[in-house]
Nanobody, 115 residues
Framework: QVQLVESGGGLVQAGGSLRLSCAAS????????MGWYRQAPGKQRELVAT???????AYANSVKGRFTISRDNAKNTVYLQMNSLKPEDSAVYYC?????????WGQGTQVTVSS
């Protein structure tokens, strides 16, 4: 099992920035991809950004150029730097890790962007 703990959410004005962190613990040796998803009220959970151990990153079109995902493999931690935030970025953000067998999820952290 892999446990994920997110931090860094909060309330910010449009145009502002937030940095999310997610620390993984447990059986992390098999984790090959970590990333972030988000879910707004009444909507499905959607991919925000993922980053493979080898360095390849993928972003949702809606966040390209504004969000940056990074990983500290030594600390088993993934970060999401969010700049130029928009009200439509408001959602619960979930950390995700994959080891080729199972997806693991954090408890989620709320991000609210006011207009």
């Amino acid at each position: 099992q892999v446990q994920l703990v997110e931090s860094g959410g909060g309330l910010v004005q449009a145009g502002g920035s937030l940095r999310l962190s997610c620390a993984a613990s447990g059986r992390t040796f098999g984790v090959n991809t970590m990333g972030w998803y988000r879910q707004a009220p009444g909507k499905q959970r959607e991919l925000v950004a993922t980053k493979h151990n080898g360095g390849t990153a993928a972003y949702a079109n809606s966040v390209k150029g504004r969000f940056t995902i990074s990983r500290d493999n030594a600390k088993n931690t993934v970060y999401l730097q969010m700049n130029s935030l928009k009200p439509e970025d408001s959602a619960v953000y979930y950390c995700n890790a994959r080891d080729g067998l199972s997806p693991y999820w954090g408890q989620g952290t709320q991000v609210t962007v006011s207009s």
